[in-house]
C-alpha cells in the first residue's frame, strides 16, 4: 500500500503545530507559508480528519485528531533521522542535521566562529544552534531535543557525558573608573560590600554566589539579569561589578562604555566542553563535530574569549 504522506509534509505539520501559526512553521522550516497550507491541506484531504482549527491571523490550534496525529508524525519523523543516521555512520559519511545546545553566556563569543568552520570542512551537515541556559541544554540532551550541548561542568548528571576542553577562570568585571579597576587580583571579602549585578541564571547563579558563601560572606545584589550583555552595559555604568567566566576579547560594553576585568583569587576555573546524552548514539556526524571542537579549543583556545586554557 502506497503511503499517504510524505516526511516533508510530517515535517510541515510538526513544525505548524509547535510553532501554533502557518507563518511562524514556515519560518522554521524556511518554506514559504503556501507551502505549509497546501501540505495541511493535502493530508488533511487524504485522511479525511480536520488536524487543526484555524483562527484569525492564520492561527492554528490542533483538533484531538491533530494532537494524536502529530505525536505519531514526530515519532515518525524520530525513526527516519535515526535511518538516516544509520545509514550515514555505515558509510562513514559526515552529513544530515546537527543539533546544538550552547550555554547563552558564552554563545555570541564561542560558537559561531566554530560552526562556520564546521559546515565549511562538512558541506553535507546543517547545523542548528539553540541559545540555552545550562538546565535547558541538560534537559534538552535528555530528551533528544538536540544532539550535543556546549557548556560549563556545573552540575553534570550521571546521564550525562562531559568532555572538558579548556579552563575559563573566574574574573570580576568594573567599569574603569572603579576603585579597584587598577587591582590586580579581587578576593570575594573585596567584594562583599558592593553593589553587584548577578548573572541569574540557572546553575550560574548558584556558582557565583557560592563564591561568597564559602568564604562566609553574603554579595549585596543591587541588580539581576539573565542576559550577558545587559549585565555588561550595566557594570559599564556604573550600577555594580559581576562576574564571569567567558570573558569576550574586546573589553567594551553594547553601548560603546569600556569594562575593565580583573581575575578573581583563590577560585578554581570551570571548565567548558561538550555534553552529550549517555543514552544518545554518537553518530559519525556528532563524532566529527567533538573533534572539530577539540582541535580547534585546545589547539588554539576558545574562539571569542579571551583566554583559554587547555583541560586536564
Not at 556546549?150 to 552540575?155: E, I, N, R, V
Amino acid at each position: 500500500m502506497p503511503l499517504r504522506f510524505t516526511l516533508r509534509q510530517l515535517e510541515y505539520l510538526v513544525a505548524v503545530g509547535e510553532a501554533g501559526g502557518v507563518t511562524q512553521g514556515a519560518d522554521r522550516v524556511n518554506v514559504s507559508a503556501p507551502s505549509i497550507s497546501t501540505a495541511i491541506a493535502q493530508v488533511e484531504a487524504e485522511f479525511g480528519l480536520p488536524l487543526f482549527i484555524r483562527k484569525h491571523a492564520h492561527g492554528l490550534t490542533p483538533t484531538g485528531a491533530g494532537r494524536a496525529f502529530l505525536v505519531q508524525a514526530r515519532a515518525v519523523l524520530a525513526a527516519a533521522e535515526e535511518l538516516n543516521s544509520l545509514a550515514s555512520d555505515m558509510s562513514g559519511v559526515v552529513r544530515g542535521p546537527l543539533g546544538v545546545g550552547c550555554l547563552v553566556t558564552f554563545a555570541q563569543l564561542v560558537l559561531p566562529d566554530l560552526r562556520r568552520r564546521f559546515e565549511r570542512r562538512f558541506a553535507a551537515v546543517a547545523v542548528r544552534q539553540y541559545e540555552l541556559d545550562h538546565a535547558e541544554i541538560i534537559e534538552r540532551l535528555r530528551v533528544a531535543d538536540i544532539d550535543v550541548g556546549l557548556t560549563y561542568d556545573l552540575g553534570v548528571p550521571s546521564d550525562i557525558v562531559f568532555e572538558p576542553l579548556a579552563e575559563l577562570p573566574p574574573y570580576v568585571m568594573l567599569a574603569p573608573d572603579d576603585p579597584l579597576a587598577g587591582a590586580e587580583t579581587l578576593r570575594p571579602e573585596d567584594l562583599a560590600a558592593k553593589p553587584m549585578v548577578l548573572l541569574d541564571l540557572p546553575y550560574s547563579g548558584d556558582y557565583f554566589l557560592s563564591i561568597f558563601s564559602r568564604a562566609g560572606l553574603r554579595p549585596r545584589i543591587a541588580e539581576r539579569t539573565r542576559d550577558v550583555a545587559v549585565a555588561r552595559a550595566m557594570v559599564a555604568n556604573g550600577f555594580g561589578y559581576t562576574l564571569i567566566n567567558a570573558r569576550a576579547q574586546h573589553d567594551v560594553a553594547p553601548d560603546g562604555k569600556g569594562l575593565c576585568f580583573v581575575p578573581l583569587a583563590g577560585l578554581a576555573p570551570l571548565r567548558l566542553g561538550l555534553a552529550l546524552s549517555r543514552a544518545a548514539h554518537r553518530t559519525a556526524t556528532v563524532a566529527a563535530f567533538f573533534d572539530h571542537c577539540r582541535e580547534i579549543i585546545r589547539t588554539e583556545g576558545a574562539p571569542g574569549l579571551w583566554r583559554s586554557e587547555r583541560a586536564d
